[in-house]
């Protein structure tokens, strides 16, 4: 899967992400991966299911990652642990 067929999940209103991917999938991907950290990974189910079952029931979901980044401090010194997940869906 080219990289180009990933949405990054932020803090933008949930519809933007819904339609950045529909936009991919009627641009002919095959499949998208969805991508949060943090407090993103709520909505980034979110968009999953929005797509889904709203949008095009024919997409499905291959598979779904979780893991962590260890994001370093500007004003201090150590490492935090962040939560990842990778929602990737297929038509």
């Not at 519809?15 to 499949?31: P, R």
């Not at 999953?48 to 709203?54: G, I, N, S, T």
């Not at 990652?65 to 010194?77: F, M, P, R, T, Y």
Request: aromatic share 4%.
């Amino acid at each position: 899967m080219s990289e180009g067929n990933s949405v990054l999940i932020g803090h933008k209103p949930l519809m933007n992400y819904v339609l950045a991917c529909i936009t991919l999938f009627h641009g002919g991907a095959k499949e998208i991966s969805i991508k949060a950290r943090g407090k993103a990974i709520c909505p980034a189910i979110d968009v999953a299911e929005v797509v889904r079952h709203k949008f095009l029931p024919n997409v499905k979901i291959k598979r779904i990652g979780i893991g962590k980044d260890q994001l370093s401090h500007v004003d201090a010194e150590g490492l935090t642990n962040v939560s990842t997940i990778e929602i990737v869906l297929e038509r």
